[in-house]
């Protein structure tokens, strides 16, 4: 039988715009730290064993805002990495592992929850991504195999906080 497996994609909170820092040194605003703090609520129970996050500073603080309480790996290769580098990160995770979270940016996130979403997923949690991504969704994703054989999941469930801006 296979080893079931829990994904969570999740985009960072919401940052303040680019300054003297520079992209990558981009901290949370306080508004950020709240969304991230909401989301960790939301994932207090969820199994999550480790943490690869980009070494962004945004992304950093999104974990540390979760407070999971687990072991987290920095990842330079996470940030500014396309979809397709974030899936050969997983693909190399430890195979005794069963849950794990993905925090990184957005466009690669959200691509790679569109590319791994098969039609088995929930179409609300689908839904709630098909057209905005918005800072701080985190996506739950779960299939059956190893890391290594990823290439489709079924997305059970979108949190977010904030709802799509109204033009």
Known sequence: MSEHRVLYLMRHASAD???ILGDK???LTPGGRAEAAFIGEQLADSGIQYVVVSAAARTRQTVANLGLGVDVESSDHLYGAGSGTILDIIHELDPALTCVLVVGHSPSIPTLVHLLADE???SEALDLVSTHFPAATCCRLEFDGPWSDLDTARLTRTFRTR???KP
Do not use: H, I, K, V
Request: glycine share 8%.
């Open 25 to 27: 040194n981009r901290p």
């Open 163 to 165: 709802l799509p801006q």
């Open 120 to 122: 088995e997923s929930d």
């Open 17 to 19: 715009s680019w300054g």
